[in-house]
T-cell receptor, first 115, second 115 residues
Framework: KNQVEQSPQSLIILEGKNCTLQ??????????LRWYKQDTGRGPVSLTI?????NTKSNGRYTATLDADTKQSSLHITASQLSDSASYIC??????????????FGKGTLLTVNP | DTEVTQTPKHLVMGMTNKKSLKCEQH?????MYWYKQKAKKPPELMFV???????INESVPSRFSPECPNSSLLNLHLHALQPEDSALYLC??????????????FGQGTRLTVV
């Protein structure tokens, strides 16, 4: 069964600190991996998208890494801000047949940044 | 313009009501999606439209009826809903149904409450 597992489920850090969120996946055949940020009650906003050939990708204070061999990804947030408080969702695109692809969502890591 | 616009933002409806959710994008995307998201859960795919034709229906009950009048608009017609249908309904779009390495953009969602 295609799965995307994220850890930790929740995380509380102080403003200005760094943190790293983890994502392990078993989906196959893998197309790409995305990290989204979702504020409560709002739609997900894309942070990064990586194919299997990419090891790292940055978007401002967000840096995602991908190890396609071990099927692991991480999202590193540097110098956290209060506005970083949100759910961070790892999403893997799976080839569901022919030219059809589906997104498999992780359950997310709920990050709280405290002053 | 990388925006997917959903209206209304909030909707409260009775179990005998008929209402519609609307989604609009002007990015020239030819694939549009409806997702349902319950609190603290990942989004679940409901429908996919590709080139204005319904290509995926994830066994959604008939009380949910999607419609794609043109390439920029996506509607979700609601009738005789149940309280357990209360959720955040997300619309998304992408360049084509074959996600491959293309980005998927999500709207802000409609928070639906069925009373």
């Amino acid at each position: 069964k295609n799965q995307v597992e994220q850890s930790p489920q929740s995380l509380i850090i102080l403003e200005g600190k760094n943190c790293t969120l983890q994502c392990n996946y078993t989906v196959s055949p893998f197309s790409n991996l995305r990290w989204y940020k979702q504020d409560t009650g709002r739609g997900p906003v894309s942070l990064t998208i990586m194919t299997f050939s990419e090891n790292t990708k940055s978007n401002g204070r967000y840096t995602a890494t991908l190890d396609a061999d071990t099927k692991q990804s991480s999202l590193h947030i540097t110098a956290s801000q209060l506005s970083d408080s949100a759910s961070y969702i790892c999403v893997v695109s799976v080839n569901s047949g022919g030219s059809n692809y589906k997104l498999t969502f992780g359950k997310g890591t709920l990050l709280t940044v405290n002053p | 313009d990388t925006e997917v616009t959903q209206t209304p933002k909030h909707l409260v409806m009775g179990m005998t009501n008929k209402k519609s959710l609307k989604c609009e994008q002007h990015m020239g995307h030819r694939a549009m999606y409806w997702y349902k998201q319950k609190a603290k859960k990942p989004p679940e795919l409901m429908f996919v439209y590709s080139y204005e034709k319904l290509s995926i229906n994830e066994s959604v009950p008939s009380r949910f009826s999607p419609e794609c009048p043109n390439s920029s608009l996506l509607n979700l017609h609601l009738h005789a809903l149940q309280p357990e249908d209360s959720a955040l309904y997300l619309c998304a779009s992408s360049r084509g149904q074959g996600f491959m390495n293309t980005e998927a953009f999500f709207g802000q969602g409609t928070r639906l409450t069925v009373v």
